[in-house]
């Protein structure tokens, strides 16, 4: 056998098996750009809800940052200060009704007493 029926005898396997190779190939790059696909879906709608719920945690930020500002604007050394000067004018009053009591007590002792007489007088 020469050379030329060799390759007569291989060449229809050697076609074979290069269709076979390329069929495969192809087959396999359909396959996965399909799942690339499929992925790049996936990924989009990720991004999409992502994308949502930083919008929602960028206004919960922004809403605790202004609560902080507020927090942070609050005289705290004037409030204590205020409420030791609520203290001693409660002390104070509580003082005065408590002798104002006393005295209308004995005012009632002393009426009641004036009272007595009158009637014993009589």
Known sequence: MNLASYITLISPLLIVII????FGWNKIQ??????LREQNVE??????????E?????????????????????????????LKEMSN??????????????A????TKAAAQVKTDLDNTN
């Open 19 to 22: 269709g076979t190779a390329f």
């Open 30 to 35: 359909k396959e996965t750009n399909r799942l």
């Open 43 to 52: 990924l989009k709608d990720t991004v999409k809800e992502l994308t949502a």
């Open 54 to 82: 930083r919008l929602v945690n960028v206004g919960k930020l922004a809403s605790l940052q202004g609560q902080i500002d507020v927090l942070k604007s609050i005289p705290l050394s004037s409030i204590d200060t205020t």
């Open 89 to 102: 004018t409660n002390s104070k009053i509580l003082e005065t009704l408590q002798s104002s009591a006393t």
């Open 104 to 107: 209308l007590v004995k005012d």
